[in-house]
């Protein structure tokens, strides 16, 4: 093509764009006869993902900054106000956890999570929040209970707490979840006068939460997690209405708290589905524009981090902030990666912030609205999943409303139902889990725990708050901050102001959710082979019967070691044996009692009999694997002495157990 030419002609224009048909007419064709829908996978929430999407998928028509806030609940860029960098003030002495907050916030922290002590007073928050300016560093703090916290904010930090941001990220129903009685009626009576309060003097700091991530941590689906969402949602609003608070009142200080997974493009999806939905139910209620807007507090998921390899979970940490960023979450904290094992160290913190600031600084997310918006799959996500979380949201309420389906058990044994189907993925690795259930770090050592420094709290002996609890176990609703207050001030502790606001309150319980270790049936894999090695001074041991040149065998080899080491044997290979005869030999003189034969589905047939009976004829108690399934041959190995096989689409996890369990761990 000459100069000329390419200079007139626009790029590709002599090639015709090919149609879908087309595109699915070559892709069947590669297929060799299997229909095309065979490529479709289904996600957890139920969601067919096709192989090929294209414009038909739903085109984007919403506009950032306006209803059903889909896109952004911004019109426009928000630099120089990016996602707020917050980081988990850890457990220790408060002059300690002062002494670590002005470090992080001198490094790129911009808010502070916090899970208080309930025996910390008024004069412990002053320790920990002293020369840190609160009008200018958002607080993001976890409690059972808002009011007692915010007393002691008020009587620790009074002249700051006008100008004070943040969220008190208590959720009354979400506490239900942990099967613990829980008083929901005062609860929402504490929330009613501390919203109240805050309207007036603390006007910048939220009072209340919904915690879709507890779902999620013990197994939900995007789909549950929207549903349940909504159904909090309503029922927080219908009982602070009838506690005298407006739909505008009560929204504009929820903060949704989400948890954030590791399936990348569902997780973008989610929170962009979660605005909408959001968006529509508060309209129903009348709600304002501004009040449609959903604030998003989000935070990389417990549940998909693993003790076993727990480096990669920096790596799962990043996924899940870079997928929080595009869903555009107004605030994100990393889970450090060796939170699993042990309390945080420096470098775990630092490297779990600087996440946040190489997202922001150098990928320079914070320049963009929506970032994702225009994809394909996650504009086609965002409408599955705010449609299905609707539809799941409407099936609560028929349930009785959220704490009806709680006492019913429905919402407990449907997420248990997807936990049991995640579990069964990663058993057969059909999910995968690197380091624990895939791609294991054989020979890892352990996290180094070091002993962690007693909290010692000294009390001024001269203050006694009892006069004033008293005072607050009587007091109106109309009064109870003022004394919560003077209580806080004269010393009184978290624990003790949560006593008083709920004696002799009605309690409410329902069956517990479990959090969802995915890892957990793994780690008890390796802590038995751990055990063993101990006692016998080498780890469960393998003999690998490799067959004949490398080629033949190699394939099967591979998968052997990377399907066993899950478990925690050590694999004892050997260059490609000539004849069964050499292989029974080698494997005899091993000491192990287990065998794995590899080789290819031709020449089993001629190896496995001989080789079988010459191992068996001499150690009938041995255990013999073969690598591979050959269907048209099952029965014959079977009989000639298999006792079990390995393959793509095995259950690793129980064929691992199985294996532990024949050689007596």
């Not at 892709?27 to 192989?51: H, M, N, Q």
């Not at 479990?514 to 390796?526: I, K, M, N, Q, S």
């Not at 050590?570 to 287990?594: K, V």
């Not at 496995?608 to 009938?620: D, N, R, S």
Request: charged content about 20%.
């Amino acid at each position: 093509m000459s100069d000329d030419l390419s200079a007139k002609t626009p790029l590709f224009a002599e090639f015709t764009p090919p149609t879908a048909e087309e595109w699915i007419a070559a892709t069947v064709a590669s297929l060799k006869g299997k229909p095309i829908e065979k490529l479709t996978d289904f996600s957890y929430e139920g969601i067919p993902i096709d192989p090929l999407l294209n414009a038909v998928a739903p085109p984007q028509t919403a506009v950032p900054g306006k209803p059903p806030y889909r896109r952004s609940t911004e019109a426009t860029s928000p630099t120089g106000k990016p996602w707020l960098i917050a980081q988990t003030l850890l457990e220790g002495q408060p002059h300690r956890l002062n002494e670590q907050l002005r470090h992080d916030l001198a490094h790129g922290q911009t808010a502070v999570s916090w899970v208080p002590d309930s025996h910390f007073t008024a004069d412990e928050l002053r320790t920990i929040f002293t020369d840190v300016d609160l009008t200018q560093t958002p607080l993001y703090i976890w409690c059972q209970h808002g009011l007692p916290i915010l007393a002691q904010l008020a009587a620790a930090k009074g002249d700051e707490l006008a100008n004070m941001n943040g969220s008190l990220l208590h959720d009354p129903v979400a506490w239900l979840s942990s099967g613990d009685r829980q008083p929901l009626d005062a609860m929402y009576d504490q929330t009613a006068v501390l919203t109240k309060y805050a309207s007036q003097h603390a006007p910048n700091l939220r009072t209340l939460a919904v915690f879709p991530a507890i779902y999620r941590d013990c197994g939900a689906n995007a789909v549950q997690e929207i549903g349940l969402l909504l159904a909090t949602a309503v029922h927080h609003v219908r009982q602070l209405q009838q506690r005298g608070l407006a739909i505008d009142e009560i929204v504009t200080r929820v903060t949704a708290v989400f948890s954030i997974g590791s399936d990348f493009f569902m997780e973008i999806a989610k929170l962009r589905a979660a605005r909408a939905a959001w968006s529509q139910m508060i309209a129903a209620f009348g709600g304002s524009d501004s009040a449609q807007k959903l604030n998003i507090h989000a935070q990389t998921s417990q549940s998909s981090k693993s003790q076993l390899d727990p480096h990669v979970n920096m790596l799962r940490a990043t996924t899940e902030a870079f997928a929080a960023a595009l869903g555009g979450a107004n605030s994100l904290q990393i889970t450090p990666f060796d939170a699993s094992q042990r309390q945080p160290n420096d470098f775990s913190r630092r490297v779990a912030r600087n996440v946040q600031i190489i997202l922001q600084d150098e990928v320079n997310l914070s320049r963009l609205v929506d970032p994702a918006g225009g994809s394909y799959l996650v504009e086609y996500l965002t409408d599955e999943l705010a449609q299905r979380g609707w539809a799941y949201f409407q099936e609560i309420e028929a349930a009785g409303g959220i704490v009806g389906a709680l006492k019913a058990g429905m919402i407990q044994g449907q997420i248990g139902a997807t936990t049991v189907a995640r579990q069964q993925d990663l058993a057969k690795r059909k999910a995968v889990m690197v380091g624990t259930n895939m791609y294991p770090n054989v020979g890892e050592a352990p996290l180094p725990k070091p002993e962690q420094e007693p909290i010692l709290l000294t009390r001024q002996p001269e203050r006694n708050p009892e006069p004033t609890l008293a005072a607050l176990a009587t007091a109106a609703p109309a009064n109870q901050m003022r004394f919560a207050i003077a209580a806080a001030q004269a010393g009184a502790t978290l624990e003790q102001l949560q006593n008083v606001l709920l004696d002799g309150t009605e309690m409410v319980k329902v069956e517990a959710l479990r959090p969802f270790h995915p890892d957990a049936p793994f780690v008890r894999l390796r802590q038995k082979a751990e055990k063993f090695a101990e006692k016998h001074g080498h780890p469960p041991q393998l003999f690998l019967a490799n067959m004949g040149p490398l080629r033949q065998h190699k394939a099967r080899a591979d998968f052997t070691h990377g399907f066993f080491e899950v478990g925690g044997f050590e694999l004892l290979d050997s260059g490609g044996f000539g004849s069964p005869e050499a292989a029974a030999e080698a494997a005899l003189a091993s000491g192990t009692s287990a065998i794995v034969i590899c080789s290819t589905d031709d020449t089993y047939p001629e190896i496995v009999p001989p080789l079988a009976q010459a191992i068996k004829a001499q150690q009938p108690d041995a255990t013999l694997i073969l690598a591979g399934y050959p269907k048209a041959q099952i029965d014959a190995h079977k009989a000639a002495g298999i006792d079990n096989f390995i393959y793509l689409g095995a259950d690793c996890l129980a064929l691992n157990q199985w294996l532990q369990g024949r050689l007596g761990l």
